[in-house]
């Protein structure tokens, strides 16, 4: 298909720049089967970016526009910032923040002893802390919060990135009902809207099924893995909502932790707590 086929559907395309004499690559630094992701400059300011290059797909087109939508809208010191967007041929060029240190999964896999739990509290700290202003300032929920979605900055802060299944509500509060995300960090509520589950017709999730995924990443930074890790996904799907999930070695770690990754499990997301009141967890208050 060609850009001007692509523009009728998708006009911001017609819209969108080229990034000659705007962009420039510097090294490869990943690769995905989206396409590939650069480390970059902008020629204006200088600045370094993370530059994600996608080969436009018409199936994939309308999320990735509404991932790049939702980004230009955020402003927050833990959410990945959009630098701008250009285009090269059917090559869509999406420039974000970058963040040197990588993605948390590979950190914690790339070191021999886990994190300390202080470390650990810290990076929770922050994500909470870009949860909270997702929910209520954005009315967004981000549906895929696990290690490999926290990035890291040569500084040690925590961004919050990919926001290709999140759901942009029409009001904070509001509900979603799509089965999407990664089944070991799934929210039973979540599971419920399986369209191959029973419960499908009537089941809804709001923003506290990212609390639960929350509780799930604390384990997994902790223990290297979620729970249920060693079994199938589909498998995995059907013990979440009739499993009771917690650190494998709990003597390891303090009743604080403890308590604060029980909470972020509590199975029904009424007694569950928001973002703002997970901030207020002896655990995210040390």
């Known amino acids: ?16 720049p080229s990034p000659r004499g705007q962009v420039e690559l510097l090294e490869t630094i990943g690769k ?23 080969f ?20 927050h010191p833990n959410i990945t910032r959009y630098m701008g967007c250009f285009l090269k041929g059917l090559d869509l060029w999406i420039c974000m923040e970058f963040c040197g240190g990588g993605a948390l999964d590979s950190i914690y896999r790339a070191i021999r002893k886990p994190l300390t739990e202080d470390q ?3 990076i929770l700290y922050e994500s909470v802390m870009g949860l909270d202003y997702l929910h209520t300032k954005v009315a967004l929920i981000h549906r895929d ?3 490999g979605n926290v990035l890291l900055t040569e500084q040690g802060e925590c961004k919050l990135a990919d926001f290709g299944v999140s759901a942009k509500l029409s009001n904070v509060g509001g509900r979603a009902r799509t089965f999407i995300g990664t089944p070991y960090w799934m929210a039973p509520e979540v599971i419920m809207t399986d369209p191959e589950s029973a419960t499908h017709s009537s089941a809804s999730y709001d923003a506290k ?19 249920l890790s ?33 909470v972020c499990l509590i199975k029904d997301p009424i007694k569950r707590p928001s973002a703002a009141q997970l901030l207020q967890h002896p655990f995210m208050v040390k």
């Open 1 to 16: 298909m060609s850009i001007q086929a692509y523009g009728k559907k998708f006009p911001i395309l017609l819209r969108t």
């Open 32 to 54: 995905g089967n989206y396409g590939y992701v650069y480390k970059g400059r902008l020629t204006a300011t200088k600045e370094i970016s993370a530059v994600k290059v996608v």
């Open 56 to 75: 436009l797909k018409e199936d994939e087109l309308r999320e990735t526009l509404l991932e790049m939508e939702i980004l230009r809208g955020c402003d």
């Open 120 to 122: 650990i509290g810290s």
């Open 145 to 147: 919060i696990k290690a």
């Open 209 to 227: 099924a990212d609390i639960w995924s929350i509780g799930i990443t604390a384990i997994e930074i902790a223990e290297k893995n979620p729970p």
């Open 230 to 262: 060693d079994i199938h996904p589909m498998r995995a799907l059907y013990l979440i909502p009739n499993s009771d999930l917690g650190l494998a070695k709990p003597k390891n770690w303090s009743k604080t932790f403890q308590d604060f990754i029980a």
